[in-house]
């Protein structure tokens, strides 16, 4: 549900690192940091700055996910035994980012040992995924788009050459978020349609979220003249909290009502999107090879964590709405899409290499991510399964000015979750069915133990290609 882009962490809703140079490493550069990247690397890198650095940058993108349900067996059909179904794949139609940018300025002011810097930049991810709305995918999402944009205000310090020190303050804007998946609206006690049902309806909300706050600290040390070593962290003060509208559009061409919401026997659609933000840190050490003080080539490795088990779930807080549909009252509740993610790790490994100094850099780096999420929750809206990746990039420069390019690529390890595993259920909003699910009265004989039919048993696959070109000018 996340990102016009996403921030340069493993996994979640992130992926990959913004700056055509840090791309370049495969994300190697919380040590190194030295342009407007380290206002969310590490940005102790800004005290490296001398006078003052523009930086434009932008990243495109084509992010392919794709999906095949696992057949199962279709309790809703009017056949005397059920008949099994299978499932075509379903693939992101909106898989093209063209746009997902960098832009920011850092100055000494004319300071010895003082860097500032502003910019706006959109964390990396991928903003947009939509698929077919008679897909196998369909009970768990359809659609979902964020548009994220990081304002940001940093400062650093450096003591002496071997020490350096800083802070960025985050404002996060999150102008849109929607989500849209079906649902079924059925009230039938006992009733189960895995597959499709009467009363399928498409559930859509939009939203936004104007403030989210979080902060960023790092340092970075040389011990040596050959060794750097730096550190970094990332806590967000609140998760996103969207204010948004909830419409419902039954997809039954035997269904021509309208779907009225209400709250207290008024009019009313407002409900609010609860999605938890994930704290982070990142150690690294950088090797320098020198000759006449000069830096020809150098070697990053950096280790990240970040504690995704915050994340156990999505809530959709209808705050007390009712629908008005098919004859009958709805109380709609809370939709929660759950989750329960767990802490992940990565580790990014790259360099640079001057080619010919002053005039050419190449650069080249891998990561790899561990799975972010136990395989039985295992979903579409975002890579969950452990993640590989390498990068390529160079620096052209003309005098003052700098061109970064960078090309990198990811994917996810295939993912398979049996319908027996899968833990991801058919929401239900006015199903009787209760815990602990087991009264063959109120829940179908052939879901004893769960709420509803299991939709995300099946396979996963995830990869993005990804460019990045940067423009920057040092004066």
Known sequence: MLSAALEAHAGGYYSGTKGARAAGRAGAFSVKADDLSAVSLNPAGLSRIQGTLLHIGNRFSRNAMSFTREPTLDYGSSASMPPLVEFAPSENGAPWQPLDPLLGVASSLGLERWVFALSV????????????????????MVEREAIMLDFAASAAYRFGDDVGVGGSFIWRAVPRIDYALVIDAGTFAGDANP??????????????????????????????????????????????????????????????????????????????????????????????????????FDFEVDVSYEAWSSVDRFTLDSNGLVARAFNQSIDIGQIQIEKQWQDSWSLHAGGDAAI?????????????????????????DFPSGSQWGGALGASLFFSDVELAVAYGFRAQSQVRVSEAEGRVYQEVPASSCEAPYTDPDYCNPAYLGQPSPTVNGGTYSAHSHVASLDLIYRF
């Open 121 to 140: 930049i959109a964390p990396p991810g991928v903003a947009r995924e939509e698929f077919s709305v008679d897909g196998g995918q369909r009970y768990m």
């Open 356 to 380: 010919l100094p002053g005039l050419l850099t190449a650069r080249a780096g891998v990561a790899y991510e561990s799975a972010m999420a136990d395989r039985r929750y295992a979903h579409v």
């Open 195 to 296: 597959v499709a049902g009467g009363f399928d309806t498409l559930a859509r909300t939009r939203g936004s979220d104007p403030f989210v706050p979080g902060i960023v600290i790092g340092a970075w040390y040389r011990p040596a003249a050959f060794l750097e070593l730096g550190a970094s962290a990332t806590f967000w003060l609140s998760g996103i909290r969207a204010d948004s509208h909830l419409a419902l559009d039954p997809l039954s061409p035997e269904i021509d009502d309208e779907i009225e919401l209400r709250r207290d026997a008024y009019f009313a659609d407002d409900v609010s999107l609860s999605l938890p933000l994930a704290h982070s840190a990142r150690l690294g050490a950088r090797y320098r090879h020198l000759d006449g003080g000069r830096e020809l």
